[in-house]
């Protein structure tokens, strides 16, 4: 590269200004012409015409700008800011083939230079960069409209470089006279100074808005407004003001802008844009497609379109700009979710703002499928994937804890929540009414699901219950669920519950004894909560009005022992079917039901301990319980579900002042109160050891010989034959030798003497032989079980106190060295759902974790705890060798 010279005088660029100014300001002070400037600036290699320079006003290459800085003085970085680069992916784009400016990005403005007349005053006809953006509209500093053409020949400024056979006059037109000709014809030399324009208050919108436009630019960010919990890159919050402003310059009338525009802006807008417009004849008719080349035209759109963009919600903004859609629609113009764009590259969250504005014109179904309750409505999901996932989670009857919250009058709640859970399905996703219904409930009609809908959107509480439906959906989306309802509604429910797992379960937990009836809405009451569907639906049901009332009611039956024992059948059931990893219910948690007040029926504002009283000791039916306490029956139902009333103790009975004798109890409370005070060994001790009758025992309980023999059936505990009492004699040493030492049972020594139970037992009292406990203590294995314990660590003591505790404990020492519980249970000859059922009853005894269980790509590991566990099971049973 030729050595550039220095120039005689130099003259230091104002800061902010554009490089075209400073080199016209530098030919003036040097009392240069402009082409003998740039010559004197530019590469002496350089051969081209000096005035096709214009072009360093968009980029300048590293040579040019290597040559500026030696001729001048002047750091390169600071020549490089004085370029529209210095915006570059900013507040424009430049197209790297061509060099110029990109129309693409949102208002790219090409050619030309808006200007405050003050600012040229004030510096003597200095340029800003800033005022070549598209995006700049006022002067912050003199709080004024920017002037768009000179006053006298009312030209644009600053399209076409300065002419090079002329000094360069700074603020002052130096466009050719409309009436000159010729080579060098005479400029019009108007003074650009003594422009007017209008005038704002410090704090008018319009200069709240470029302030915010320029903040965006130099931060490349935006956080204000609808964008505060989702910031955004700045150009991406450029193009969403670009297509708010540009709808509303292209479609709002005078009278729609009244109500968003102040009246100083609006008059200029009318006075100084329209007629400019008009005058240019650029976007006449949609001034917002490209950049307005207007200052009044960019800062009406501008500032009306930040009215919406800055609220702080996106519900808030939707409403701020539901004048421009109401007026669209009153004017014909179809405004609906399929349309609302208005742009090609707009964000989600502009997007959201849109349909929010649109909420009031949207059906029911329509404003589920747009998610309009959501913090950010957005389109339907694309393809089938949220579908499914939310045809896995969701159950076919919606859960209690949900329904009843949005319950509303007039709809059965049972019906609810099959409407409930089809409205989950079309919450962000293009599912149509008939196709959600059949997808959750077969045989439920589309119209069926409207008609509920529409009665709840009637319902003051419409938009609460509307944005809890749109979370819940959201969230079982987000993959947040315990429980594959799909997977169980296809389950094979036939072995679910048989009346003999039924009657041992009512025994355990001294529930009286079961009937046919009862047995079945137990095994309907068990259904539901396992799969989720309807009673109905299952393979044993009664298609009759009877057996869907017992089910609905069995919840009064409930008492804690009962639950508990109907939900452990209900895991052993599930992992038959190898389901391990879930629980037997559950819900999503229900706090944005509090947040939003949906109203409804609320479970918690019932005394429970009320509640309780009234099933149990008054003995009311849930229908009476309910009008009790002023509230619905399947309120009722879901609390008795959540905590079963227990069985109290039996009261003492004074007698009546008429009479002395007491109340006879009912057969219920007869045997409930025979089986507490019985259990099975006392009933043994009584009747097997202390030789008494039947009769007697009940005398001693309070209750009839009849009841007590019921509760020796259910036991049980055979009944003796009236006088038939062998009187066969029985060697003491020898009996003692088989039934201490060898520790031989008593029904093993009877049947070897061909005796019965009772009459050993007698001989052994006879003989004062101690009699051990009957049941599983007596066993010998129990008795090798209890030496185990007496020897195991204190750690083992807890599930070693249980019968089989030991074979548990061995079992999992085994499975501890299996990498998958398939891969042992198949190993060790067991059913994998049995070997899951008794390592969780480990862990319950010992209240900690023991294994994790095997994972796509990872086998299954041992706790701490569960090295602990097997550790001293290997020490116990090294001992025991």
């Not at 670009?242 to 009278?255: C, E, G, K, M, N």
């Not at 949220?386 to 949005?406: E, G, N, Q, Y």
């Not at 003491?732 to 520790?743: K, S």
């Not at 590991?861 to 116990?876: D, H, I, K, S």
């Amino acid at each position: 590269m030729s050595t550039v010279r220095t120039l005689p005088i130099r003259l230091k660029p104002v800061p902010g200004e554009a490089i075209d100014s400073w080199l016209e300001a530098l030919a003036h002070r040097n009392h240069a012409v402009h082409a003998d400037l740039l010559a004197a600036v530019r590469p002496g290699t350089d051969q081209r015409h000096p005035s096709i320079q214009n072009a360093w006003i968009v980029q300048m290459s590293a040579q040019e700008t290597q040559a500026v800085s030696a001729a001048t003085g002047i750091d390169q970085a600071a020549i490089t800011a004085m370029t529209l680069s210095h915006y570059a992916e900013r507040a424009l784009r430049i197209d790297p083939k061509t060099q110029t400016i990109s129309r693409t990005f949102p208002w790219g403005r090409g050619r030309g230079s808006r200007y405050c007349p003050h600012c040229l005053a004030e510096t003597g006809g200095r340029w800003q960069l800033a005022w070549r953006l598209g995006w700049s509209f006022v002067c912050l500093r003199h709080r004024c409209l920017l002037a768009d053409t000179c006053p006298e020949c009312g030209r644009a400024q600053r399209i076409f470089a300065h002419i090079g056979d002329a000094i360069p006059i700074p603020s002052r037109c130096g466009l050719p006279r409309r009436d000159a000709t010729g080579r060098a014809p005479a400029r019009c030399g108007a003074d650009l100074a003594n422009k007017a324009v209008p005038t704002f208050s410090d704090d008018h919108p319009v200069l709240t808005a470029q302030q915010l436009i320029y903040n965006v630019i130099d931060t490349e960010r935006a956080a204000f407004g609808v964008y505060r919990n989702n910031a955004v890159r700045g150009v991406d919050a450029l193009a969403d003001i670009r297509a708010v402003a540009a709808r509303i310059l292209s479609y709002a009338t005078q009278d729609d802008l009244k109500t968003v525009i102040p009246p100083d802006l609006l008059s200029a807008h009318r006075s100084f844009g329209l007629q400019l417009a008009q005058r240019s004849g650029r976007n006449g008719d949609k001034p917002g497609l490209c950049a307005p080349a207007h200052a009044a035209t960019i800062a009406v759109g501008v500032t009306a379109a930040l009215t919406s963009l800055t609220a702080p919600e996106v519900a808030t903004a939707g409403q701020a700009i539901h004048w421009l859609v109401r007026s669209g629609r009153q004017r014909g113009l179809t405004v609906c979710p399929a349309n609302i764009g208005w742009s090609h590259r707009v964000t989600p969250t502009l997007m959201a703002v849109q349909l929010a504005s649109l909420e009031p014109f949207l059906q029911l179904t329509d404003q589920l499928r747009y998610r309009i309750a959501a913090p950010v409505p957005s389109q339907p999901s694309p393809g089938k994937s949220r579908i499914d996932r939310l045809v896995h989670a969701t159950p076919t009857m919606f859960w209690p804890a949900w329904s009843l919250r949005m319950a509303v009058p007039g709809c059965r709640h049972r019906y609810l929540r099959h409407v409930l859970s089809a409205a989950v399905l079309m919450v962000g996703t293009r599912l149509r009414l008939q196709q959600a219904a059949e997808m959750i409930s077969p045989g439920m009609s589309g119209q069926d699901v409207s008609r509920v809908l529409q009665g709840m959107q009637a319902n003051a509480t419409w938009e609460a219950i509307r944005a809890a439906l749109t979370h819940c959906a959201d969230h079982l989306a987000d993959g947040e669920t315990r429980i594959d309802y799909h997977r169980r509604r296809k389950l094979d429910y036939r072995t679910l519950l048989p009346d003999d797992t039924w009657m041992t379960i009512c025994q355990e937990v001294g529930v009286a004894a079961p009937t046919r009836r009862t047995s079945l809405s137990a095994r309907g009451f068990l259904f539901e909560q396992i799969s989720g569907m309807p009673a109905r639906a299952a393979p044993f049901a009664v298609d009759s009005w009877e057996f869907r009332s017992k089910v609905a009611d069995f919840p009064r039956h409930l008492t804690p022992e009962l639950r508990t024992a109907m939900r452990s059948h209900a895991e052993e059931f599930l992992a038959v079917h190898h389901i391990s990893d879930e629980p037997v219910v559950w819900h999503p948690p229900t706090d944005v039901l509090d947040a939003l007040h949906i109203g409804g029926l609320d479970p918690a504002s019932v005394d429970v301990s009320e509640l309780h009283r009234l099933i149990r000791p008054e003995r009311h039916s849930v229908a009476e319980a309910a009008k009790r306490l002023h509230t619905a029956r399947d309120v009722i139902r879901y609390i008795l579900e959540l905590h079963p009333a227990p069985v109290p103790p039996p009261p003492t009975r004074h007698p009546h002042p008429r009479s002395s004798r007491p109340r006879k109890p009912r057969p219920a409370e007869a045997y409930q109160k025979a089986r507490l005070k019985l259990t099975r060994d006392e009933f043994v001790r009584r009747y097997e050891h202390e030789r008494l009758t039947l009769q007697d025992i009940g005398a001693q309980v309070g209750v009839s010989r009849g009841v007590v023999t019921r509760l020796a059936h259910d036991y049980g505990i055979p009944i003796h034959k009236p006088n038939n009492r062998e009187g066969a004699v029985i060697d003491r040493d020898w009996l003692h030798q088989q039934y201490v030492v060898h520790r031989r049972s008593l029904p093993d020594i009877a049947r070897q003497c061909g005796l019965s139970d009772s009459t050993v037992a007698r001989w052994a009292k006879i003989f004062g032989i101690p009699l051990r406990p009957k049941g599983g203590a007596s066993h010998v294995k129990t008795f090798d079980e209890r030496q185990v314990a007496e020897r195991a660590p204190t750690l083992l003591h807890p599930a070693l106190a249980e019968v089989g505790g030991w074979e548990r404990l061995q079992r999992f020492a085994a499975v501890a060295r299996y990498p998958t519980l398939t891969l042992a249970a198949n190993d060790l000859g067991l059913q994998q759902g049995r070997l899951v059922v008794q390592i969780k009853r480990i862990e319950h005894n010992l209240g900690h974790q023991l294994i994790v269980r095997a994972e796509r790509g990872r086998p299954m590991q041992l706790t701490a705890m569960g090295n602990r566990v097997a550790r001293a099971v290997e020490m116990v049973r090294r001992r025991e060798r």
